[in-house]
């Protein structure tokens, strides 16, 4: 923030509009891209659903003390021809960091400030899909802006998880990320893609939770239009990746062993995002709507 | 450890000795329970799969630097006409505490000299078991000795997780239970059936992850015998408590409605052991088996 007045990184209220405007457009273009999918699913096993359609819902943050603390729309799908469920969850809140949240984040980094003024405000979209056919992989975006009176950043990122990895769709995805990195600084995919592969991993396991994809925390160069403008190109760049891959893969056939792979690649899934994800764990640490926290969980999952 | 001497506090190879000599006895008498279990169900839709059997695992822990930590032994029954997934894990680790590990450890309680020599020692049995039948409960019990150089303790717990509660079967549950806390100490049972209700709690969704049991921890009272004696009597008495429960209502018919049940009230006990369970947490933190620490999550579970 080396050269924005004291003022405006107190408030940045116009910056805190345009960002929770944006998600929710994109939002809406994820919605009905993954609509018109279900649209044209005319094969396979479950041809003779009805197409899916999302369902939207507030959710409402529970504040410290009883008081409002912002709230969200999720968006869900369940048991649509392409998607066995999806939720698209779109949050903005805000509120005083609690001990154990203000922990979390000095931890990674200092922010001035937050000792005194414990306020902050965080909008953003959480996304996975966890999908009917075996053939086609899961899916995972977290775009977000956060805010404290003494910082600002951007973070969120997106990872690929098909249940057998297929080298040519691993390829396509990573290189529209890169594409899309390039056109802010070549430096961004190297780096977001290394981070992707460290915070993707299953720890316990040792092993990576899909083929990995971009992620990135805590970006701030001082100049937040630059930092939003990337922040945007993600979030296109995310739909312009996954879904060439589904459109491919959706109407290849698939057998009882594939779908048995698949749950038990849930299964890991559901470890990795209760036990190591960072959007969970605040969401979860910061009072808000369980079901929306933990919608990313997959609809049925093994453990042999 | 008001009268024991330094050098006994130090080692005490002999209580260690005996306490995993106890912890393997009561794991075989479990196992040889939960077998008759299987060999007596004659009825019922899975009456027609031979009785399940356990099958033994011997599982190592990678100590910090590469060294050799212990290990334990896996006791796993799949597939059942009674169980559809049971663990009964022993365990008897060593090494050194990690900073995390030493963090957790020293938040709950002082622990003398653990900073200059931060040794460790634990042994204990941990199980539990996924049931066939929506109308038999799934159970946990959990039973250890923990040890450093300048304090001992043993904790543990068991806990009734019903698809649906029977309040019958709550009562003499816990009836046992308290029959057995009694024998040592008239405050152990009311202080350690709150502590389970408190541990025991999904709090994200301020829900008991089922009807509650006894749980304790850092019990010391500076008598190891007395504290042995009632950890001992704690495991009898899980046996006393369960066993009577399964073998009345496994017979007992039920329908897919029940099942469905069954799998959701499933993924909220993954819930719970990935976001809360101390267990877990430990055995996941000081690099344990993975297969062994995660065998409690169930063989199947849903999120609708």
Redesign the interface.
């Known amino acids: 923030m080396t050269d924005a007045p004291e003022s405006r990184i107190r408030d940045m209220e116009a910056e805190k509009a345009r960002a929770s405007a944006w998600f929710a457009e994109l939002r809406d273009m994820i919605c009905a891209a993954f609509e018109r999918l279900e649209d044209t699913q005319e094969t396979g096993p479950h041809a003779d659903l009805p197409p899916g359609r999302f369902e939207r819902k507030e959710t409402r943050r529970a504040a410290e003390g009883g008081g409002e603390g912002g709230g969200g729309v999720m968006s869900v799908m369940?048991g649509g021809r392409v998607f066995e469920?999806v939720g698209v969850n779109i949050s903005t809140v805000h509120g005083q960091l609690g001990a154990m949240a203000q922990r979390s984040l000095t931890a990674r980094k200092e922010i001035p400030g937050l000792a005194e003024d414990p306020r902050f405000w965080a909008s953003g979209v959480s996304l996975v899909a966890h999908m009917r056919s075996p053939k086609t992989p899961a899916i995972h975006l977290n775009t977000r802006m956060f805010w404290t009176p003494g910082a600002w950043w951007f973070g969120g990122g997106t990872d690929l998880n098909p249940m057998v990895e297929v080298a040519e769709d691993t390829a396509f995805f990573h290189g529209v990320l890169k594409a899309a990195c390039d056109r802010h600084d070549p430096a961004y995919y190297p780096a977001h893609k290394a981070w992707a592969d460290e915070y993707f991993m299953i720890?316990?396991?040792n092993e990576p939770r899909g083929v990995g994809g971009i992620f990135y925390d805590d970006l701030c160069t001082g100049d937040w239009e630059a930092d939003f403008a990337y922040t945007q190109d993600v979030g296109r760049a995310f739909l312009d990746a996954f879904l060439p891959i589904t459109e491919k893969r959706r109407t290849e056939s698939w057998t009882a062993e594939d779908r048995e792979v698949q749950?038990v690649k849930r299964?890991r899934y559901?470890?990795f995002n209760?036990?190591y994800d960072r959007g969970t764990k605040f969401g979860?640490e910061t009072g808000h709507n369980?079901e929306a926290?933990?919608m990313s969980?997959?609809?049925?999952?093994?453990?042999?």
């Open positions: 369940r469920k720890k316990h396991w749950l299964g559901a470890e209760l036990v979860l369980p926290v933990l969980l997959p609809p049925e999952a093994k453990w042999p």
